[in-house]
């Protein structure tokens, strides 16, 4: 069986994406107290990919680790976003909610075979680059921690000497990066994540990253070359909306393609499919949890919604969930209303028996925080199988001599 932590857990999407890749979470760590709740309540009602979580709340950084296994194989987590995120203010290490060098101390205590750290694409703006090389080098060095009255300057300084030196470093990792796009991977949400997966230097595994499985082009093509879309989704050729004037050109070059493999990325029709509309007396639908109307969306330039028959813009965790129209969806007759939590819930691909807690701006931003579950899968699962694979090396090895 492989054993996973999960640090910085919020409402639990890349939890639940190591869960369903093969690894049991011995405990998530996360401090806020209402996503906490969100990880208890769902542990409570049995569901089943966290009614065997532990959940530690408090700062990752003040958490007895020597309580847990000795034999973790996974660490995963995302630690704050909001020092590198576009609708931040881009302070990265000034920032106090920067924790990456506490995650590279976790790595350094438990000392897990693999680890997994997902964030948001402002971490590799061209402003960020050598802060995102600290943070890998960090991350390959764990058990090399800041001095004190040490910068991160003078630090990276010293780790980038180290890593080629050869004396003994301690503990180290094989770290490798990359961008993806959640709609690539089957969710319904245009949403770019920046995945950091180690793996430890004593394991015999050359990780590659999941390749896409869904396209744009794919999407067009059935939309508005086929129209297998509008047939599967039972859309009125009177409801047909007029085809987008700045994808013309794109959609006449697939009129002349047949290579084209990959899955249509989804759109938030198909992610809504089988939810009735939100009532709106404020109650929710029989045997549908979380599906509860909010008033008051409107238009206005910067403000526009994701509209149905694509994957939604990425949802924001703002002050009020809302600050973009990202968390509000635009009907093919131009009408708008904010996504439900299920609703929500649904475009970051968690399961519905999923329940959040706290009021509607409180859960939208724990919505607005996470991973796509399905995206975590895909990389978790790519993570677990390089870890057997180095398993059974191990083992042959050791039957050949």
Known sequence: MLRSLEL???????ALGTELAGFHSVAAVEKDKWACETLRQNKERG???????????????????????SDIDLVSGGPPCQPFSIGGKHQAHRDDRDMFSAFA?????????????????????SSFTNYLHYIELRMSMPDIGMREDETW??????LAAEETSTGD??????????????????????????FIVGFREDQDAKFEFPD????????????????????????????????????????????????????PW??????????????????????????????????????????????????????HGVPGGENMMVRPDGSVRYFTVRESARLQTFPDGYVFHGAWSET???????????????????????LLLAKGREIAKRKAH
């Open 47 to 69: 569901h089943p990919l966290v009614r065997n979580l532990r959940v530690i709340s408090g700062d990752v950084r003040n958490i007895d680790y020597d309580s847990l296994p």
């Open 212 to 263: 896409e499985t869904h396209s744009l082009d794919a999407l067009l093509r059935d939309q508005w070359v086929t129209g297998e879309y509008w047939d599967r989704n039972q859309v009125a050729k009177k409801d047909i909306p007029a085809q987008p004037i700045r994808m013309k050109r794109r959609i006449e070059r697939l009129r002349e393609r047949n290579d084209i493999s990959l899955s």
């Open 266 to 319: 989804r759109t938030v029709r198909e992610a809504l499919q089988g939810l009735p509309e939100p009532r709106r007396d404020g109650r929710c639908p029989p045997g549908i949890l979380d599906h509860r109307l909010q008033l008051g969306a409107k238009v206005y330039p910067g403000h526009t919604g994701s509209p149905i028959d694509l994957p939604a813009k990425a949802l924001k965790a703002g002050d």
């Open 8 to 14: 910085f857990a919020g409402a639990g999407g890349l």
């Open 169 to 194: 470093k301690g503990l180290r990792y094989g770290v490798v990066r990359s961008l993806f796009n959640a709609a690539d991977f089957g969710a319904p949400q245009k949403r770019e994540r920046v």
């Open 105 to 125: 101390d976790v790595l350094s205590a438990v000392r897990p075979k693999a680890f997994i750290i997902e964030n948001v694409k402002g971490l590799t703006r």
């Open 364 to 386: 939208m931003r724990q919505l607005g925080n996470a991973v796509p579950v399905v995206l975590a899968q895909s990389v978790a699962s790519e993570v677990a199988k390089h």
């Open 153 to 158: 300057h003078d630090h990276l300084k010293r």
